[in-house]
């Protein structure tokens, strides 16, 4: 690792549903510009009393992560078999992941993973357009290499 490496090119990303897949599957071939992202995780509910208290109690959230493909990725494949098993059996699967960010050391491990929405057809101008698939995650733990 080398000092102040921000590099993700050499990241990895694997997903796993042991219901409907045999075996993990890494993803390829992301986005020009962005792989994945994660929106913000709420954790706390905050009120403020009339006479100036700030309250504050722990409450649970899904992580939601969005994954960006490129349009030749053949990733994407995998998440069309996905997106076709939840509609025939009318219940989503469920997902485990981890990713492992080599320049920094870190590694991230998801669980509880739900695919709540994706693109189902690319967007097409002069070239077609990436394709995200977002993965709300029930918790997702950091630890080191």
Known sequence: MADLDITSAN?????????????PFRLENYAADRAWDAEALEMAELQMSVDG????????????????????SKSIAVFNMIIAAQNAA?????????????????KFTMVGGILSSATVLPAAGRVLEARTYTIAWQSVTPAGI
């Open 11 to 23: 990241s990895i990303f694997v997903l796993t549903a042991t219901s409907l897949l045999q075996a």
């Open 53 to 72: 208290y700030l309250n504050a109690g722990w409450v649970p959230n899904p992580v939601t992560q969005t994954i960006s493909l490129a349009s030749a």
């Open 90 to 106: 009318r219940s989503p699967y469920r997902f485990g992941g981890e990713i492992t960010l080599t320049s920094t050391g870190e």
